[in-house]
């Protein structure tokens, strides 16, 4: 199964593989919310949404569908 | 001498300090309007750079790029693609901040792209050392063709030199940084060919973008350069990276952040402010400290400016050669004034308090933490905002939902936001309120009228939520749950912003309600003090013909003034609507106030100030407090009893009395249907409810 920025812990980082760019608004890509860049869960609100990450230094809450759209490469822990 | 004038655009992503820049620059010269059509403010300023040269600054709304998603974003797209347009910039100013510098550059190279001459202002210079980022600005400025100002606005430091910069603008390059047309090289070339004589990237714009341009036909283009909606969205994602590409490239060797030495306070905070039980509970421990202290801290300025007026009133009455003139002064505008004015405490503090958690950047959080649960009532986090605001008024409040990008989710903004007690419900809900709830404590520290104040506020609070819960059910609008909030980094809120702030609403509040207050307060005054027929003429005499029967001569002069008003054209109109307000236990008196509060809430004091000062003949200074207290009905009860009182508090709480709302809905959904909704469904249950509430107390 794919693994999008969802499944993520809080403080776990990524790397974005790749979206469903018919459901990601072009804002958040343009927050740098694209392939190849780092993101990092940072906090789940209370009821399990929105979900707010660090990606390319940008500081954004989404909501959990949009964040299922986004896939992920997570960083093997060093 | 004429002098020179430059035109300055400043733009910049929000949460750059772009507005703090402007108030640098321009201090309080700044004038507020809209743009023509559409209710996004303007704002421009002047600044004097030298001395024969000065600058007029125009303040665009924040932007994350050129592809614009909302009409406050339009503004800047059209702004700078039309030549003609009498504030195009000869400069554009672009403001970004060290440590969001990757993002805000993007913006950045979309505008060096349309050939203009650009500033690029690195602003929050003050943090670089906390964050551990250092800056070669001199390699900066050459990879980005441009020059830079590096400032703080926060510690006031680089203002000068980036005037110095706006001064000498034309040294400045309009060459682009990058060539973004590298990412469908056949598909430009082409649209390059046909239009020769336009910029390739404005042309982009339009094809992507719902602007007007000058004379090229929007669908000539569009028709030869067709793409499906998916290929433009691709080409888009390809030209936001490419443009990455480049940023990164350039701060690579541009920048360098030592993370080590960055000290994270965000994180902390953010740990606390947005936790699952603490989060909610300071959530709910700041709105209560803003409520307690508007109506605590304002009381005092609120009852000395009543008194003050009282005193002008009883003062202009006495001191000026009696006539029409002096009555319309003593009668009809000095107690409207007063009606205005008697709101600026609380107007004061409540914008104070917003501008803070604005500023802050607590109001993110906030929206982040309300999301999910405003979610089940239709809503989104972000009403948050509007709904907060919608505590000082409704307009700002639903002009603030644009950010909300689901269309369904907005709407039910817009529609449930008039039900906040907005500040001008204040003075109706402060006046009636100390005239039926005692004034006691409650357990010695629970004052009741504070109490009763704050059950209407949570009143009209879950009358928000509850029809917002019902319009979800009812409207069957499709959208997509876009929903994408930036996290700003926390800072303490800058004096001179919320103070700006403050002064330009609580100005633009009082001359806006101030006008229309004034121009009724003066119609009520003539409506009231003339009169059809005999019986307004011949007052006097009837009334002594009639008294002579009685043993009461001493009032003679006041019931020649009852009877006058009754007979006047006010008291014709207010005796025509009594049989549909008899029912709710208001008098023709009240009626009159509560028909011409349609027009907006706060004329409701200011009408009754008018109406029984004109119908009062004493000389004695009395507040309008002191005036309601004591009007009686014919059996000789007070008029504000008890029953009387809850019915109007809660008509005012859901009634639609604001036509600066109706207007503002009518333009921010584009049709006449939504505010009508509102009007006719918000006053019918406020009838309702105020004539069950009478009916059953009574």
């Known amino acids: 199964m794919q693994v999008t920025i969802a499944d993520l812990k809080i403080g776990q980082k990524g790397t974005i593989t790749d979206f469903n760019i018919d459901e990601v608004p072009l804002k958040l890509l343009e927050m740098g919310c694209l392939p190849g860049n780092s993101i990092e869960l940072i906090q789940i609100a209370p009821l399990g949404c929105p979900l707010y990450f660090n990606v390319n230094d940008s500081h954004v809450a989404i909501r959990l569908e949009m964040a299922k759209e986004i896939n992920v490469l997570i960083e093997i822990n060093i | 001498m004429a002098q020179e004038l430059i035109k300055v655009a400043l733009i910049g992503n929000p949460n750059t300090g772009k507005t703090s820049v402007f108030n640098h620059l321009t201090g309080l010269h700044q004038q507020v309007g809209n743009y023509p059509g559409i209710t996004v403010e303007k704002k421009i300023g002047v600044c004097k750079l030298s001395e024969k040269v000065k600058a007029t600054i ?6 994350y790029s050129l592809n614009a998603s909302s009409i406050d974003e339009n503004v800047v797209i059209e702004l700078l693609l039309n030549k003609k347009d009498e504030n195009f910039p000869d400069v554009v100013v672009v403001v970004t901040e060290v440590e969001n510098l990757k993002r805000n550059l993007l913006l950045f190279t979309q505008i060096k792209d349309l050939e203009l001459p650009t500033l690029l202002v690195i602003n929050m210079s003050d943090r670089m050392q906390l964050k551990g980022i250092e800056l070669d600005i001199p390699l900066l400025e050459k990879e980005l063709k441009t020059s830079i100002a590096l400032i703080s606005s926060r510690k006031n430091i680089g203002i000068e030199k980036l005037k110095d910069l706006i001064l000498n603008y034309k040294h400045l390059s309009t060459e682009p940084c990058l060539n973004a047309s590298v990412i469908d090289l056949e598909y430009f070339d082409k649209l390059r060919r046909t239009f020769p004589n336009q910029l390739l990237y404005k042309l982009w714009l339009v094809i992507t973008q719902d602007v007007n341009f000058l004379n090229l036909d929007r669908k ?73 202290s508007i109506f605590e801290w304002s009381k005092i300025p609120m009852d000395f400016i009543d008194s003050s007026f009282a005193n002008l009133s009883s003062y202009a009455k006495s001191h000026l050669p009696s006539g029409e003139f002096t009555n319309l002064i003593s009668e009809g505008i000095i107690p409207g004034i007063g009606g205005i004015l008697i709101f600026i405490p609380q107007i004061v503090f409540l914008f104070l308090f917003i501008s803070v958690l604005e500023e802050s950047g607590y109001m993110s959080r906030v929206v982040f ?61 402060a006046i009636i309120i100390a005239l039926i709830i005692p004034n006691e404590k409650l357990y010695g520290f629970i004052s009741l009228q504070g109490l009763t104040l704050m059950i209407l506020y949570l009143l009209g609070f879950a009358m928000a939520i509850l029809s917002a819960y019902i319009l979800n059910k009812i409207l069957k609008i499709k959208s997509k749950s876009y929903f994408v909030v930036e996290m700003p980094s926390y800072k303490i809120p800058m004096f001179k912003n919320v103070s700006i702030n403050v002064i330009e609403k609580t100005k633009s509040f009082v001359f806006g309600a101030g006008k229309i207050i004034l121009a009724i307060s003066i119609i009520l005054w003539f409506l009231g003090s003339h009169g059809p027929g005999k019986d307004f003429k011949n007052a006097q005499q009837i009334v002594i013909e009639k008294a002579s029967n009685e043993l009461n001569p001493a009032n003679i002069d006041n019931q020649v003034s009852e009877y006058k008003l009754e007979h006047s054209y006010i008291g014709i109109i207010g005796k025509s609507i009594e049989p549909v307000i008899k029912p709710l236990g208001y008098d023709w008196k009240i009626g009159i106030a509560v028909v011409s509060s349609f027009a907006a809430r706060e004329v409701f004091v200011g009408t009754l100030a008018t109406i029984y000062s004109v119908g009062s003949h004493s000389n004695e200074e009395a507040t309008i407090k002191e005036q309601m207290k004591n009007e009686v009905r014919e059996d000789g009860k007070p008029v504000f009893n008890f029953a009387t009182g809850i019915s109007l508090l809660l008509f005012y709480a859901f009634a639609m009395q604001c036509a600066s709302t109706l207007a503002v809905v009518k333009k921010e959904t584009n049709s006449w249907k939504w505010p009508l909704i509102q009007l006719v469904f918000m006053s019918g249950f406020a009838y309702l409810v105020a004539l069950m509430a009478f009916q059953f107390l009574k």
């Not at chain 2, 125009?58 to 932007?63: A, E, Q």
């Not at chain 2, 350069?225 to 290929?231: I, P, Q, V």
Request: charged share 25%.
């Open chain 2, 58 to 63: 125009i303040d665009l709304p924040g932007t």
């Open chain 2, 369 to 429: 933490l309300m999301d999910k649960i405003m979610r089940r009532f239709g809503l989104s986090g972000k009403s948050v905002v509007p709904l907060i605001s919608g505590t000082a008024c409704a307009i700002p409040a639903i002009m603030g939902a644009r950010n909300i990008e689901n269309w369904k989710e907005r709407l039910i903004t817009i529609l449930v936001t008039p039900f906040i007690t907005c500040s001008a419900r204040l003075p109706v809900y």
């Open chain 2, 220 to 292: 000539e283009l569009q028709s030869s350069f067709t793409k499906s909606h998916a290929d433009l969205r691709r080409l888009q994602q390809k030209e936001t990276i490419k443009r990455y590409q480049f940023i990164n490239d350039t701060l690579k060797i541009g920048q360098k952040i030592d993370s080590s030495k960055a000290t994270d306070i965000r994180a902390k905070l953010d740990r606390i402010l947005t936790h699952r039980v603490l989060g909610y509970l300071i959530f709910f421990c700041v709105l209560f400290g803003i409520f307690q």
